[in-house]
């Protein structure tokens, strides 16, 4: 998500195979869904999951997305996907932006 430009078809691929950390658990929360003209949806959400990096104890994350759909022949197809997980507790303490 910190990358200068979107990552390709074989970076996204890689992303969801075997050294991805395993699902253990989710939830969506859908703030938004908005059909235009038949034809495009886009949807805003967040999520809470639990996953568990190879031999490391489960983690707890959190996040937000939208994504793009356009109707083909009845199917909606994805065409735009953007989110990110939110930062960790160690990442962003909190008070980190306050003036001392």
């Known amino acids: 998500m910190s990358a200068e430009f979107p990552h ?11 050294d991805t950390p395993a699902l253990q658990n989710y939830e969506l929360f859908a703030h938004s869904v908005q059909i235009y003209d038949h034809m495009v949806g886009v949807v805003h959400y967040s999520y809470r999951a639990t996953v568990q990096p190879g031999g490391a104890p489960p983690v707890a994350v959190t996040g937000k997305w939208t994504e793009v759909y356009l109707r083909q022949n009845n199917d909606w197809k994805m065409i735009a996907v953007s989110g990110r997980p939110n930062p960790s507790p160690q990442e962003h303490p909190p008070n980190a932006d306050a003036a001392t």
């Open 8 to 18: 390709d078809k074989e970076a996204a691929i890689a992303s969801v195979t075997d």
